[in-house]
């Protein structure tokens, strides 16, 4: 039987010491969990160890195939551009070797239930979620599209758990920034706000979010906040990652499927999963009978 591919993690980098040993345990706990694996995890920038350094570890071990995956929630520079870059570089280093490369790890369901664990830990159990405002912050980017992937968490956080809203903010690079968030919480007629860091690990940025939000509970005693906890290296996390795995060796890069309504049983729409789905009549699309669209059959599973 062949040897499966290894397994590289691939991390951002902090300057925090605390933020990067967490990853460099995370990736110690991958290798104890999956022995028939060789892991090895590096940065790519910021902190020790760099990617290469994990690539040339992997290389020494007798690896010839490997599978890597971005430790990151969103799919920003990093992940689109950094890490593909050093790969690259890595396979010019050492002849002879292949990868495949696998995708960012945010909005995952398992995740969601993580956040919504870290939200029901940082409030009193008396509160009405439907009273509670969650203000989901984000690393932030220069890149739209990894920005938006924030918005698309929060969405899929507050749909069918009851909260009353959850609004985005960005602690660097993009607007609105914390106190921005919080003051349009406020402005919303929020009484009740939990600050909830979408991170992995604990880091500057995470204790920067903590700190401006401690800030303006200060300068607002008429609204009650709470700052809730990082994701961590909870055991969803560490099952996502393997199930990143296995797509990446299997070439089984999906579009949105993680949060389809039709394959994962999301709060509030579990009767969905696995439903069929039909082509259906829209009436109000223009031209849907005339311009050549003759002869095409639609079955009508459902009235609008």
């Keep these: 039987m062949t040897t499966p591919p ?3 993690i691939a991390g951002h980098g ?3 010491d605390a933020g990067a040993q967490a990853f460099r345990d995370f990736v110690g706990e991958l290798g104890r969990r999956h022995p028939e694996l060789p892991v090895a995890g590096g940065f790519i920038e910021l902190s020790p160890p760099p990617l290469g350094e994990a690539v040339a570890e992997l290389v020494g071990r007798g690896v010839r195939r490997f599978a890597a995956v971005p430790l990151m929630l969103v799919s920003a520079g990093h992940a689109k551009g950094d890490i593909p870059a050093a790969l690259a570089r890595e396979k010019e280093r050492h002849p002879g070797i292949s990868y495949t490369y696998g995708r960012p790890l945010g909005p995952h369901p398992a995740l969601l239930s993580v956040l919504e664990r870290r939200l029901r830990q940082a409030v009193d159990p008396s509160w009405d979620p439907a009273e509670v405002t969650v203000l989901l912050v984000g690393r932030g980017s220069t890149d739209p599209d990894a920005n938006a992937e924030v918005c698309k968490a929060a969405r899929l956080l507050w749909e069918g758990r009851g909260y009353g809203a959850v609004e985005t903010a960005f602690v660097s690079l993009a607007a609105p920034d914390v106190p921005s968030g919080l003051d349009r919480c406020a402005r919303l007629g929020a009484r009740r706000i939990v600050v909830l860091p979408y991170f992995l690990f604990t880091g500057i940025l995470p204790d ?3 700190h401006q939000t401690e800030q303006w509970a200060a300068a607002h005693p008429e609204t ?3 700052s809730a906890d990082v994701i961590g290296p909870e055991p969803e996390l560490l099952d996502l990652v393997m199930e990143r795995y296995a797509e990446a060796v299997q070439g ?6 993680d949060s389809c309504v039709y394959r994962i049983a999301l709060p509030g729409f579990e009767d969905k999963v696995g439903a069929p789905q039909q082509p259906h009549f829209h009436p109000d699309d ?3 009978h005339h311009h050549g669209h003759h002869g095409h059959g639609h079955a009508h599973s459902h009235a609008h």
């Design 208 to 210: 920067r979010v903590r």
């Design 14 to 16: 902090t300057r925090d």
């Design 224 to 226: 009650e906040v709470r």
């Design 286 to 288: 223009d031209g849907h």
């Design 6 to 8: 290894a397994l590289l």
């Design 252 to 257: 089984d890069l999906r579009m949105n499927c």
